[in-house]
């Protein structure tokens, strides 16, 4: 793998986590008008029609498994993108974004090896505990519950997204996925959303979409075909600072010393869980499929961990 591939697979993985958390408080504005869940559709609805248009998935590209890999990370994006609009509606935005990514730290730590990977849930625990300071008056025990969800949801999205950007040429994995995800939102959010919406937020809409998902969905995608998922997720660890950055710049949430602490340690224990796991076989491209190579620990439990929101 080529010195420029793996550093445009890195400028990839960087873009998104921007683009991922500037769409996120982009979109915390939405939340007082449309509530969190409608805000959570709107964006996946506009990404879905802006995929559609623009990828135009043929049935060809898919197997039956790998079309119901697709539909199924559809319904777990749509818990990506509800629980995290829901925790940040009651949390901050650095916040939030720590405690998702514990789920990929699990996943990280579960498929690790040696025993130096325990140490690491240790270290994110004593973040969390940091972060969200349960023995204050301002511990909302539902806005963590659903930041956890979140992230429950992105540890099984680390498996699926691999196997459908393995398997799936470009980006017609996504463009599956995401209007399934719109479709579950949908039902989340319920037909009161539509009463509320304004010419003006639905153009909002469009615009949100392209920051998230639509970009950093398919630049992950991208940059998991450049890159081994030890670097991958070594990368993605950083995406707390940028959350508590945005979360800063936009949002006003002007974190305390000790929540600042304790994002360093999420993202501590989140390249050190990385740093034990790597990509057994790379994918080989084959025209509109991509054909994984066989290896002697191939299955999903040797799966590193990747990802996205």
């Known amino acids: ?66 079309l119901g890999a697709a539909v199924l990370l559809g319904v777990v994006t749509a818990g990506i993108t509800v629980l995290f609009m829901m925790a940040v509606a009651r949390i901050p935005l650095g916040t939030a974004s720590a405690l998702e990514f514990l789920g990929p730290l699990g996943v990280a730590v579960w498929q690790g090896s040696g025993r130096n990977r325990f140490l690491w849930p240790g270290l994110a625990g004593a973040g969390v505990l940091m972060l969200t300071e349960p023995w204050s008056g301002t511990f909302d025990p539902i806005g963590v519950s659903y930041a956890l969800g979140a992230g429950l949801c992105w540890g099984i999205y680390i498996v699926l997204t691999q196997r459908v950007g393995d398997q799936v040429g470009g980006l017609s994995g996504l463009a599956v996925s995401i209007p399934v995800a719109a479709l579950v939102a949908s039902v989340v959010a319920g037909p009161a959303v539509f009463t509320q919406l304004t010419p003006q937020l639905w153009l909002i809409g469009i615009g949100l979409a392209i920051l998230l998902p639509v970009i950093p969905f398919a630049l992950e995608l991208l940059a998991l075909r450049r890159l081994t998922s030890a670097a991958f997720g070594t990368l993605m660890s950083l995406e707390p600072a940028f959350a508590m950055l945005m979360g800063w710049l936009i949002l006003r949430q002007v974190p305390a010393p000790i929540g600042l602490a304790g994002i360093c340690f999420v993202i501590v224990a989140g390249i050190g869980a990385a740093r034990h796991g790597a990509r057994t076989h790379e994918p080989i491209s084959t025209g509109r499929l991509t054909v994984v190579t066989p290896s002697p620990c191939a299955g999903r439990a040797c799966r590193r961990p990747t990802r996205s929101d």
């Open 1 to 66: 793998m080529s010195t420029a591939h793996v550093r445009n697979g890195a400028l990839m993985a960087i873009a998104a986590m921007c683009s991922v958390q500037l769409g996120a408080a982009i979109a915390v504005g939405l939340i007082d008008q449309i509530g969190a869940t409608g805000a959570a559709w709107l964006r996946l609805f506009w990404a879905a029609i802006l995929l559609l248009i623009l990828v135009r998935p043929r049935p060809s590209s898919f197997t039956r498994a790998t």
